[in-house]
Nanobody
Framework: QVQLVESGGGLVQPGGSLRLSCAAS????????MGWYRQAPGQQRELVAQ???????NYADSVKGRFTISRDNVKNIVYLQMNSLKPEDTAVYCC??????????????WGQGTQVTVSS
């Protein structure tokens, strides 16, 4: 059973920074793309940032220049560095990983989510 566990959320003032981490554990052959999604109350879940196993990245327009996604392929951890945070960044942030198991089948695994609140 593969699990993703996020950490690093919390309360921060506008203009502040947070760093989210998401660690994958279990029997894993390989992880393809990893990504961060967020969902604010009353809104649909949206992709924030994604990174491939080769390091290619893409970001939502709303976070470009402020957020940076990175990963450690040895430890199976994905990070999201969030700078210049705004109140509209407030949401539950979840990570997702495309996990390849020992039978070479691929499935998406989601974390439980971590709350990020940007408020003065």
């Amino acid at each position: 059973q593969v699990q993703l566990v996020e950490s690093g959320g919390g309360l921060v003032q506008p203009g502040g920074s947070l760093r989210l981490s998401c660690a994958a554990s279990g029997i894993i052959f390989r992880i393809n793309a990893m990504g961060w999604y967020r969902q604010a109350p009353g809104q649909q879940r949206e992709l924030v940032a994604q990174i491939t196993s080769g390091g290619s990245t893409n970001y939502a327009d709303s976070v470009k220049g402020r957020f940076t996604i990175s990963r450690d392929n040895v430890k199976n951890i994905v990070y999201l560095q969030m700078n210049s945070l705004k109140p509209e960044d407030t949401a539950v942030y979840c990570c997702k990983a495309e996990v390849v198991n020992l039978r070479y089948s691929t499935r998406d695994v989601w974390g439980q989510g971590t709350q990020v609140t940007v408020s003065s």
